[in-house]
């Protein structure tokens, strides 16, 4: 009995303490008085809780605040600088590693860009990156509270990496091995739900709830808030989409399926048929999205008509996800929204034209307000949502 009464006094403690520092994240600067008037606790306990976390340098007090008589309160305010966290976008061929504070501003960046490395040279740039980070982190009481790492692939609930076909691996424990090394928390999720995560918290899709985030590099990826929550189905496989198939006698894909829709609506697809036209080499001797954003930029038809095919082969499959979802909000982030300028009217078309008009009502199509950063601010915020609930468990 006893025992039972300390456990439960236990946990309405570490709740408490949890909606005490939620308040003072999400409304700071606030009083005391105005937390306890908020969270309906009474002013001794919140008093007491204010007191643990000002000890663990995640709250500081700043001079008084507005006050309608009276001696004026003290204003508490959330420490963001209390520790640090690194995301990493692992894409197919580039690395984009970031330092974020506790709410999500970005300190320092570390871009690599590469084609075609063995997996034991992308793990070197993988380290190569978090050693910057880590390394020019300013000091703080916390430190790197943990590393992210957005992956082009399927992850599985435990963080292994089952399938990333566009890097041909498979069953890849990149998470042992990064935890071995640094000694750190680390979460390892698939880069479009981690996109999907990072505009639902920082970019497009803030205090919306029903969100489609596709994320277009070398293949496609997607994923899902559904009623506010990041879904990830069963067993965290959900938002394979681009691998539905658009074409049934289409080109044979790495999955192993045919037609899939990143065949058409990449950047590899933008690249195959650049080079199938025969369009202009440029001096790196190969196409890239940038080479090609600079031949359409020049006004030159054939690149144009490229983006314009993938606007439209991006709007037959938003258009089959639409009718699935019923989304409010379509986000279009990654590389390829550096093309929005030709891809928005041809994917638009398609969708006036195709999507019932039911489904167009309530609905945003639009590109990343954070372009490429959106999988490395979400994955950062995991491990700042990670560590929070970890300190308030204390
Ligand atoms: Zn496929």
Partial sequence: MIKNKTWN???????NKSLVLETIRTQSPISRASIATVTGLNKGTVSSLVSDLLDEHLIYESGPGESSG?????????????????????????????????????????QIKFKDLSFEEIVDALYETVDYLKGNAPPSPYGIIGIGIGVPGTVSKSGEILLAPNLGWKNVDLKSMMEEKYSLPV??????NAGCYGEKKYGAGKDLNQIVYVSVGIGIGVGLILNGELYKGNNGFSGELGHMTIEINGTKCRCGNEGCWELYASEQALVKNAKNMG???????EHTLESLITLAEQGITDAIELFNQIGDYLGVGINNITNIFNPEQ????????????????PLMNRIKRQ?????????????SELTTHSTALGIAAFSVENFLLMIENN
């Fill in 9 to 15: 006094q236990h946990v309405v403690k570490k709740e």
């Fill in 70 to 110: 009276g001696r004026r309160p003290v204003m508490l305010l959330f420490n963001q600088l209390a520790g640090y966290s690194i995301g990493i976008d692992l894409g197919v061929n580039y690395l984009l590693g970031i330092l974020t504070d506790l709410e999500g501003n970005i300190c320092l960046e570390k």
């Fill in 279 to 285: 369009l202009p080499i440029p001096e790196e001797k």
């Fill in 187 to 192: 979460i390892i999720e698939n880069e479009a």
């Fill in 355 to 367: 999507t019932l008009w039911f489904q167009q009502q309530d609905l945003t199509i639009g590109f």
């Fill in 330 to 345: 379509i986000i279009i982030g990654n590389r390829m929204a550096y093309a929005k300028e030709w891809l928005t009217e």
